[in-house]
């Protein structure tokens, strides 16, 4: 019985490796207007950061992710001569931030009727 259990159970996965599948790519992989269920978004996506409804009372679910990029680069050479020397040493930081807005609708069988997505970058 504890074998048939566990076997069914769904392996845990941290919230921040859910957020990490919302790109632009995987939104336009995973996301299909007129087959695309919204137990399929959950799925990928997680649950979103805002849900309202439109005028025609159908579900709008938004999902907006940030993020934030650094990089850091050290490089350094040198020789030596007896009696004589050089060195020669170099860094570098880089950071920027990353924004995704994802907007989801829809119909009334909770089938996405459209979508919209935009990244920012700075």
């Known amino acids: 019985m504890a074998v048939v259990l566990t076997s069914c159970q769904t392996p845990y996965q ?8 919302l790109t632009q790519g ?3 992989m995973t996301l299909s207007v007129g087959s695309t269920t919204k137990a399929t978004v959950l799925e990928k996506f997680g649950a979103p950061n805002i849900t ?3 005028g025609a009372g159908r579900e709008v ?6 993020g934030q990029v650094s990089q850091a680069e050290t490089s350094s050479s040198g020789w030596t001569v007896i009696l004589a020397g050089s060195s020669r040493s ?16 829809f119909d009334e069988h909770d089938i996405v009727s459209d ?3 935009r990244t920012s970058h700075f």
Do not use: C, H
Not at 14 to 21: I, L, M, Q, S, T
Not at 61 to 66: F, L
């Open 115 to 117: 979508f919209r997505s």
């Open 61 to 66: 679910w938004t999902y907006q992710r940030a």
């Open 52 to 54: 309202t409804r439109d």
């Open 14 to 21: 941290p919230v921040a490796d859910r957020n990490a599948e």
């Open 90 to 105: 170099q860094s570098g930081f880089e950071s920027g931030s990353r924004m995704i807005t994802l907007i989801i609708k």
């Open 26 to 28: 995987n939104v336009q």
